[in-house]
């Protein structure tokens, strides 16, 4: 367990979709840095939903957790308060300036270029949603093609330590395959993902079923 998590507090709920890379990113997060944590499932229809579920999440979106009563939504939000309090000073959130305006830079792709392109070409498959599939296999592909070039000299996104950045980008780009979007022709993130799988407490997204 954290040494940073007190003994007495219960586990951080965090409110999910199974399947979706967002919240995968917060329970990868969490496992890593040994952090008690419990899952609660909300169905997409929001047929299960807490009846209270805009108090805890404004926008009715999910991750969301529950940090003994501190409440906080947004994947990226949530992985630097996870990171801040429960690892300090630590390399997964550097004070240097440099290292802080890169990880912001990655953190802004994976709002933004990611869910365009690979989350959002996974999400049509696996939900049979129309989408302008072409436009967005052609941005995937290009997003891919920078983040392998990124890799080239390097073992993580912002140099040789592992930070948040490589964390929250991980789930959306590893499931690419299931969006269509094959990894074949991008060896650096091959083995970027491969480096991120093999670390102590990595737990996998659920694969869906059209793989
Ligand atoms: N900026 C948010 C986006 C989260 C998000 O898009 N969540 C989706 C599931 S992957 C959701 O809750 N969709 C339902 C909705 O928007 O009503 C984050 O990074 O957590």
Redesign the pocket.
């Known amino acids: 367990m954290n040494s940073s998590f007190p003994a007495s507090n219960n586990p951080i709920k965090l409110y999910r979709?199974e399947m979706?890379g967002?919240?995968h990113r917060v329970q990868l997060m969490m496992s890593l840095l040994e952090i008690p944590y419990q899952t609660i499932d909300i169905e997409r229809d929001g047929s299960n939903q807490p009846e209270d579920f805009l108090s805890i999440s404004p926008?009715?979106?999910?991750?969301v957790i529950d940090d003994n009563g501190f409440k906080l939504?947004?994947?990226?939000g949530i992985l630097i308060y996870l990171v801040k309090k429960y690892s300090p000073n630590s390399n997964w959130l550097p004070d240097d300036v440099e290292m802080a305006g890169k990880i912001q830079r990655w953190l802004s792709i994976v709002?933004g270029e990611l869910v365009s392109g690979p989350a959002i070409a996974r999400f049509s498959k696996i939900y049979n949603v129309v989408i302008d599939y072409e436009t967005v296999k052609k941005k995937s592909l290009a997003l891919l093609s920078m983040l392998d070039s990124s890799l080239k000299d390097s073992d993580f996104v912002t140099g040789n330590t592992l930070n948040i950045a490589d964390i929250a980008l991980y789930t959306y780009v590893a499931h690419a395959p299931e969006g269509g979007i094959k990894l074949d022709s991008f060896p650096n993130i091959i083995k970027w993902i491969k480096n991120i799988e093999s670390l102590e407490h990595f737990v996998p997204l659920k694969v869906s079923q059209i793989t």
């Open positions: 979709y979706s967002h919240c926008m009715g979106q999910v991750p939504a947004d994947s990226n709002s």
